[in-house]
């Protein structure tokens, strides 16, 4: 091939003049840093793993930075470690204004999938998938993805139908998908009352082999550990409280640790978009509300898939430790305190009970709540904001951790090149007065229905 | 469990009722430009604090009425009926 082949990843140009700036070598990869392997972890037992070096830094705020990321989850750690690595920007800083992973990171239920039937949608969640199927090789740290299968449950003949309609969209976008009868699940999926007088009788169910779980402390800590070794700044206890806009662009944020310029900012703080955004005068199609999650005691295994139900609003896995992981609806209220209310949890025990008697012998040991981004359509926001500078990504209603991975690659690239990638182009915040929703559920604005 | 104060059945269990969003949302006119429609159909304030919003006692005497709850706390600063004016800030 003549000339210069630029990097791609599929067919899909990557090189750009960002990339082409020369990194301050002193920042690429701090002294302290460590390759995990077989080896380190001999070496280290040998001194009962007591000189284990700090997986990353914990700087003091430099005045000025390339980019600025707020949140310290999995979704601003992603955006600052693709930053690094796919476009060559380590001068970047991520501010968290209480500890990493500290909130919906550490908070759901752990479970990754691409069983979407809008094409804006499945192309972006299969993209996510396979990044998460190489993320462990990618950042040195076992996040622990299991591909056990995501199974929906099908309750009627009319959930056949639809389930079917969306396996098919699901394969003509190249995304595996397999329906089961309800002969194999109950051969599968023992526990799982498969009679036909249940109170809620399976019909059979949509799987997607590939979908599974993935240990979230670890893709935050991955993350943060890959992104420090790059060089970017993970910045904690340290809250935005104001965004500087001049003559239309940004300038920087004021924080809790005082002013820091910056001509890129980056908001990656689902829960609190609407409250960051309105720091910058911008009102957004998003509500916030709470979703409960709650786990039993733990116990052998019992359970080696995810089921969710769409029609009883429930879905359920069994974590590394053993505590069957479920939750179910929102708590149907506008709410920012990341607890809910026990209708919804007598809700999703019923649901568990109806569903897998025999889980009635365990005990509540656990409840939580996590603060949502519901948007107007049920779909994410990732890309520019009308401020110069500003970019968001965000509104992932209570499925973002599935999307880390994309969103965080996704969000990188637009903030380095300035314009979205065909993968988040649909995401836009402009496609709400445009008509250009996209509803998975076909609900309309109301954003607690999504 | 919230306990929520119906104006007309008294403080009654969440579980009676349906929420309804944001009642500080008001229709625009016909004539209205798109912008206000735009605005009315997806925009809100979402705030982290006191929030008016609007509950239907779906299992009890079947009326609207309008609420003010800290989106922070769940606390609840008062009810009142569709027309009337909540307490605390002004909606």
Same mark, same amino acid.
């Given at each position: 091939m003549p000339g210069l082949a630029p990097a791609t990843l599929g067919a899909i140009?990557?090189?750009?003049?960002?990339?082409?700036?020369?990194?301050?070598?002193?920042?690429?990869?701090?002294?302290?840093?460590?390759?995990?392997?077989?080896?380190?972890?001999?070496? @280290?037992?040998?001194?009962?793993?007591?000189?284990?070096?700090?997986?990353?830094?914990?700087?003091a705020p430099k005045p000025r930075y390339d980019a600025v990321i707020v949140g310290g989850g999995g979704h601003g750690l992603a955006t600052a470690y693709y930053l690094a690595k796919e476009h060559g920007l380590t001068n970047v800083a991520v501010l968290e204004k209480g500890y990493l992973g500290g909130g919906n990171t550490g908070r759901n239920t752990t479970i990754v999938r691409s069983n979407y039937h809008l094409d804006p949608n499945a192309h972006f969640y299969e993209f996510s998938l396979q990044l998460w199927e190489g993320l462990a090789r990618d950042l040195n740290f076992n996040v622990m993805y299991s591909a056990r299968g995501v199974l929906n449950l099908v309750h009627s003949p009319a959930d056949m139908d639809t389930a079917m309609r969306r396996g098919n969209a699901m394969r003509l976008n190249g995304i595996d998908a397999r329906f089961m009868t309800r002969d194999e699940i109950a051969r599968w999926i023992p526990n799982l009352d498969c009679s036909p007088d249940a109170r809620f009788p399976i019909h059979g169910g949509l799987l997607q082999p590939r979908g599974g779980t993935v240990r979230h402390d670890a893709v935050a800590w991955g993350y943060a550990r890959a992104a420090d070794a790059r060089g970017i700044d993970i910045i904690q206890q340290c809250e935005v409280t104001g965004i500087r806009i001049e003559r239309g662009a940004v300038v920087g944020v004021e924080t809790t640790q005082g002013f820091i310029a910056t001509a890129k900012l980056g908001l990656a703080v689902a829960g609190h978009t609407g409250r960051l955004a309105g720091m910058a005068g911008l009102t957004l199609p998003i509500e916030t509300h709470v979703l409960q999650a709650l786990v039993?005691?733990?116990?052998?295994?019992?359970?080696?898939?995810?089921?969710?139900?769409?029609?009883?609003?429930?879905?359920?896995?069994?974590?590394?430790?053993?505590?069957?992981?479920?939750?179910?609806?929102?708590?149907?209220? @506008?709410?920012?305190?990341?607890?809910?209310?026990?209708?919804?949890?007598?809700?999703?025990?019923?649901?568990?009970?109806a569903l897998f008697p025999s889980f009635g012998r365990l005990n509540v040991m656990r409840t939580w709540g996590g603060v949502c981004d519901m948007t107007m359509d049920g779909s994410p926001i990732v890309g520019k904001l009308p401020i110069k500078g500003l970019y968001m990504t965000g509104g992932w209603c209570y499925g973002g951790f599935k999307a880390t991975p994309a969103s965080g690659w996704l969000h990188a690239y637009t903030i380095a090149r300035d314009e979205p990638h065909p993968r988040n182009a649909a995401f836009t915040l402009e496609r709400f007065a445009q008509g250009r929703t996209i509803d998975e559920k076909g609900v309309g604005p109301v954003p607690w229905a999504h | 469990m919230l306990l929520i104060p119906c104006p007309w059945c008294g403080p009654r269990a969440q579980i009676e009722f349906t929420y309804g969003g944001d009642a500080a949302v008001q229709r625009p006119s016909p004539e209205a430009p798109e912008a206000v429609w735009v605005a009315y159909v997806y925009l809100r304030d979402n705030p982290a604090g006191p929030h008016a919003e609007l509950w239907l006692h779906s299992a009890g005497c079947r009326r609207w009425f309008k609420v003010r709850r800290d989106t922070r706390t769940h606390d609840i600063l008062g009810s009142a009926s569709p027309g009337a004016a909540l307490p605390g800030a002004p909606t």
């Amino acid at each position: 091939m003549p000339g210069l082949a630029p990097a791609t990843l599929g067919a899909i140009r990557i090189s750009d003049p960002v990339r082409e700036r020369q990194p301050d070598p002193t920042r690429r990869r701090p002294s302290h840093s460590l390759k995990y392997s077989i080896f380190s972890l001999a070496r @280290n037992a040998l001194s009962h793993h007591e000189h284990w070096p700090r997986a990353w830094r914990s700087p003091a705020p430099k005045p000025r930075y390339d980019a600025v990321i707020v949140g310290g989850g999995g979704h601003g750690l992603a955006t600052a470690y693709y930053l690094a690595k796919e476009h060559g920007l380590t001068n970047v800083a991520v501010l968290e204004k209480g500890y990493l992973g500290g909130g919906n990171t550490g908070r759901n239920t752990t479970i990754v999938r691409s069983n979407y039937h809008l094409d804006p949608n499945a192309h972006f969640y299969e993209f996510s998938l396979q990044l998460w199927e190489g993320l462990a090789r990618d950042l040195n740290f076992n996040v622990m993805y299991s591909a056990r299968g995501v199974l929906n449950l099908v309750h009627s003949p009319a959930d056949m139908d639809t389930a079917m309609r969306r396996g098919n969209a699901m394969r003509l976008n190249g995304i595996d998908a397999r329906f089961m009868t309800r002969d194999e699940i109950a051969r599968w999926i023992p526990n799982l009352d498969c009679s036909p007088d249940a109170r809620f009788p399976i019909h059979g169910g949509l799987l997607q082999p590939r979908g599974g779980t993935v240990r979230h402390d670890a893709v935050a800590w991955g993350y943060a550990r890959a992104a420090d070794a790059r060089g970017i700044d993970i910045i904690q206890q340290c809250e935005v409280t104001g965004i500087r806009i001049e003559r239309g662009a940004v300038v920087g944020v004021e924080t809790t640790q005082g002013f820091i310029a910056t001509a890129k900012l980056g908001l990656a703080v689902a829960g609190h978009t609407g409250r960051l955004a309105g720091m910058a005068g911008l009102t957004l199609p998003i509500e916030t509300h709470v979703l409960q999650a709650l786990v039993s005691d733990p116990v052998k295994p019992v359970l080696d898939t995810v089921v969710t139900s769409g029609a009883v609003h429930f879905y359920i896995s069994q974590s590394d430790k053993g505590e069957l992981v479920m939750g179910g609806d929102l708590d149907f209220c @506008n709410s920012y305190s990341q607890r809910g209310n026990l209708p919804i949890i007598e809700h999703v025990v019923g649901a568990c009970l109806a569903l897998f008697p025999s889980f009635g012998r365990l005990n509540v040991m656990r409840t939580w709540g996590g603060v949502c981004d519901m948007t107007m359509d049920g779909s994410p926001i990732v890309g520019k904001l009308p401020i110069k500078g500003l970019y968001m990504t965000g509104g992932w209603c209570y499925g973002g951790f599935k999307a880390t991975p994309a969103s965080g690659w996704l969000h990188a690239y637009t903030i380095a090149r300035d314009e979205p990638h065909p993968r988040n182009a649909a995401f836009t915040l402009e496609r709400f007065a445009q008509g250009r929703t996209i509803d998975e559920k076909g609900v309309g604005p109301v954003p607690w229905a999504h | 469990m919230l306990l929520i104060p119906c104006p007309w059945c008294g403080p009654r269990a969440q579980i009676e009722f349906t929420y309804g969003g944001d009642a500080a949302v008001q229709r625009p006119s016909p004539e209205a430009p798109e912008a206000v429609w735009v605005a009315y159909v997806y925009l809100r304030d979402n705030p982290a604090g006191p929030h008016a919003e609007l509950w239907l006692h779906s299992a009890g005497c079947r009326r609207w009425f309008k609420v003010r709850r800290d989106t922070r706390t769940h606390d609840i600063l008062g009810s009142a009926s569709p027309g009337a004016a909540l307490p605390g800030a002004p909606t």
